[in-house]
């Protein structure tokens, strides 16, 4: 029997395929392990958060700078940050079963003969020692695939904000403490991906380096974890369903002095969001030795120089993605019938309003295609004429879409439209400058 944190998965998945927010990668192919495609609601959801996220983190301060690196880097790059060395799982595979797994995450996975069961509650596994596994993938760059060609595919964007530090610095003269935001692709070999868009091995991270005097790391620390915290309450998360994680000495990564996650309770459990690190001094260190370069930094008040400690946030876009999707999910029983919907804030939601005449005579279709195409110059919305009007909201609260205005007989004779919300069911009318200005203060980022 199907376990309900599989089944509440397993409807989410068919709701995205159904909808247009996720298709499984080269599907007509069989699919591809653990890859994932966004589709036309998805593509925009998720250019709508990463637009949140950069507005948070970039365009409504003065102290934080965008980047965007190439994923390529210098192999010396993962060399130097311990990534070649130490970026690695513990796996171990089972005699028996035939499955490979993370040695550390035994209790959240599953026998391949008795999937119901983890691997060491199977009763009949023979597994092996664990071994290191590193993560980064490799490939060759130009046309000789010898070792002196190998780049590996970036497992994290951070380290082209820390190569980027000094030309950031110098060419937008920003003091500390200030800092670097980057969205990008980031890659990861990783040994069981799973849950659906939660662990794929090509993701996108949004992350953000904030350099600051060493002596102030723990105020900007604190500072970035509430920072952090408040921008899921913004994105409209259920807040009681989120949880800090503090990293105790075992479980600290070498470079840490502290570090937090934030915990989303998906179907599946508890687990990490997004990470708030202190990462000391130890990446510019490592960089500035190993490049030879002076990555200190000048106090011209104090005229003394020393190497910046850095604050690190860094959340997954795409688990951002399945978080807000996860916690949008609503079931209600219309008149014996099981109803979905997705309860997107408009803030972020893929479609702001779907625009309907009642019905498709007496001159609606008309007005209503003329109140699509004003609102089209500065809002995405959707025209649909087609079935009854009661299938038409259903399929829009089934999208995601938080609001449906609908052009009716009454509209003809006073240019006032219902603007129905997808969460209260309220109805209101309004003319179309209203609606304008409603959309406007309800999408706001
Ligand atoms: P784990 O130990 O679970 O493998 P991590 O702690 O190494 O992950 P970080 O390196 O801190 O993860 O990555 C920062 C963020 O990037 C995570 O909080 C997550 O949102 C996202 N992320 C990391 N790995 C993946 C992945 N394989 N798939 C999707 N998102 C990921």
């Known amino acids: ?30 699919g591809l392990i653990s890859c994932w495609d966004y589709g036309p609601l998805g593509a925009e959801l998720k250019r ?45 595979d089972c005699k028996v079963c035939k499955g490979r797994f993370r040695a550390d995450q035994l209790e959240h996975a599953h026998c391949l003969n008795k999937p119901s069961k983890t691997p060491e509650t199977c009763g009949q596994s023979e597994l092996t020692e664990a071994k290191n596994f590193n993560l980064m993938f490799k490939t060759f760059m130009g046309p000789i695939e010898d070792d002196s060609a190998v780049v590996f595919m970036r497992p994290e964007t951070a380290q082209g904000i820390y190569v980027n530090f000094l030309n950031v610095k110098n060419s937008s003269r920003q003091k500390l403490p200030f800092g670097i935001a980057q969205i990008g ?65 075992d479980e600290l990564a070498h470079y840490a002095k502290a570090a ?15 990470g708030i690190h202190n990462r000391t001094d130890f990446d510019l260190s490592r960089h500035m030795e190993a490049s030879k370069k002076d990555l200190r930094h000048f106090d011209e008040a104090t005229k003394e120089k020393f190497i910046p400690y850095i604050i690190e946030t860094s959340a997954g876009c795409d688990r951002t993605l399945l978080t807000v999707l996860v916690d949008a999910y609503d079931e209600v029983e219309v008149k014996g019938e099981t109803r979905v ?33 004003d609102l089209k110059k500065r809002f995405k919305v959707f025209y649909d004429e087609s079935g009854a009007v009661g299938r038409r909201y259903a399929r829009m609260d089934e999208a995601g879409c938080p609001f449906c ?19 209260t069911m309220e109805q209101s009318r309004m003319t179309v400058d209203e609606v304008v200005a409603f959309l406007a203060e309800r999408t706001a980022v």
């Open 1 to 30: 029997m199907m376990s309900s944190a599989s089944e509440t998965m397993e409807k989410l998945v068919s709701l995205c395929k159904r909808r247009g927010y996720v298709f499984q990668s080269s599907e007509i192919y069989g």
């Open 48 to 92: 709508n958060i990463k637009t949140f996220w950069w507005d948070a983190m970039t365009n409504r301060r003065d102290d934080i700078e965008g980047l965007d690196a190439a994923i390529l880097m210098h192999p010396q790059v993962w060399h130097t940050s311990g990534h070649v060395a130490e970026f690695t799982d513990p796996m171990v």
């Open 185 to 249: 692709k980031a890659f990861r070999n990783e040994i069981t991906p799973g849950n659906f868009i939660f662990r794929t091995r090509e993701f996108e991270q949004m992350e953000m380096q904030y350099f600051v005097p060493p002596a102030e790391d723990e105020t900007w620390f604190e500072y970035w974890r509430e920072q952090r915290w408040s921008w899921y309450e913004r994105l409209g998360i259920t807040m009681t369903k989120l949880r800090w994680h503090e990293h105790k000495d």
């Open 260 to 274: 937090f996650d934030i915990e989303y309770e998906y179907p599946f459990g508890w687990q990490e969001l997004e």
């Open 341 to 373: 919907f997705l309860r997107i804030s408009p803030r972020i939601a893929p479609i702001k309003a779907a625009i309907f005449p009642l019905v498709k005579k007496d001159g609606m279709p008309e007005y209503a295609q003329n109140v699509y195409a």
């Open 405 to 423: 205005i609908t052009v009716d007989g009454q509209t003809l004779e006073d240019n006032t439209m219902t603007v129905r919300d997808r969460d």
